[in-house]
């Protein structure tokens, strides 16, 4: 039986969520669709071709955030872009480490020059917008590879933790207010500082 490249895409991430990236495999992929491995060569030449497409699939998920609106600040597009790829991201197991290591596919440049010039029009250099936006895809990466391997609210780990802090004062501070902090809050406060601080660079070129 023939399968075609999106619905071994849609089987690869159901797989994915049921059993993570370690024990995804090309013959788990078959196996579901009821194939013989080779089918799926045709269309993927490793795994890690496949891992490539699988990454895209996700992406495609925060299509609508990574081109500009109409008249909307670099700031406003950075924080939405940012929001829209940790998003996707977090849709599926183990997002952050499928997207870990991989380049930008050559068939989507044409959204990366949209957000170059985008930043560009403010007064960044070319380098600097891609710096910029390359400091943020890796802080989200590390936020959402934080997020879905951390330890239960409450596990004897982070109680361990918080009895050991209560001998350093400043810090037993720091970390009931971090406690107090959800996944998301975290994320937006580091976003806005990296935004914040492009803002101030911009304003005042570092010599």
């Given at each position: ?143 959402v590879l934080e ?32 406690r107090r902090s ?26």
């Open positions: 039986m023939k399968v075609d490249r999106q619905r071994i895409l849609d089987t690869a991430l159901e797989v994915l969520n049921e059993v993570g990236i370690d024990a995804l495999s090309t013959r788990a992929i078959a196996q579901r669709l009821g194939v013989q491995q080779p089918a799926l060569y045709w269309h993927f030449k490793n795994k890690q071709a496949l891992l490539d497409a699988i990454n895209g699939e996700i992406l495609a998920r925060a299509a609508d955030a990574r081109t500009p609106r109409p008249d909307e600040t670099w700031q406003a597009f950075l924080r939405r872009n940012a929001r829209g790829f940790r998003a996707a991201l977090l849709s599926y197991r183990d997002g952050a480490r499928v997207h870990a290591g991989t380049e930008a596919a050559p068939d989507d440049l044409d959204h990366v020059e949209i957000q170059i010039r985008h930043l560009t029009a403010a007064g960044f250099s070319p380098g600097e917008a891609l710096q910029l936006f390359v400091a943020i895809s890796r802080y989200i990466v590390g936020c997020e879905q391997a951390s330890p239960i609210t409450g596990s004897a780990e982070q109680a361990r933790l918080d009895e050991a802090a209560r001998a350093y004062p400043a810090l037993a501070e720091a970390i009931a207010y971090y959800d996944h998301e809050g975290l994320f937006e406060r580091g976003l806005e500082l990296i935004v914040k601080g492009a803002e101030a660079e911009l304003k005042t070129p570092l010599s």
